[in-house]
């Protein structure tokens, strides 16, 4: 985590799994991609809300 949190931008740090919820996890990410790849290049794209995360302090 220490590492993906050098790598992030600020605005968005790293989250961990919600146990093994890979299925949330690769259905937010490719209606992610669909959003980004339909959008024009340098335009920011707004990402759907994270439903698969756990918020750890």
Same mark, same amino acid.
């Given at each position: 985590?220490?590492i993906?949190?050098?790598?992030s931008?600020? #605005? /968005? ?5 919600? %146990? ?6 690769? !259905? ?5 991609? #669909? /959003? ?5 290049? %340098?335009?920011?794209?707004a990402?759907?809300? !994270? ?7």
């Open positions: 985590m220490n993906l949190k050098q790598i931008p600020p #605005k /968005r740090p790293p989250v961990t799994l919600n %146990g093994l919820d890979f299925r949330e996890l690769f !259905v937010w990410l490719s209606a992610s991609m #669909k /959003r980004v790849s339909s959008g024009k290049v %340098g335009q920011a794209v990402l759907s809300a !994270v439903g698969w995360d756990q918020i750890t302090s």
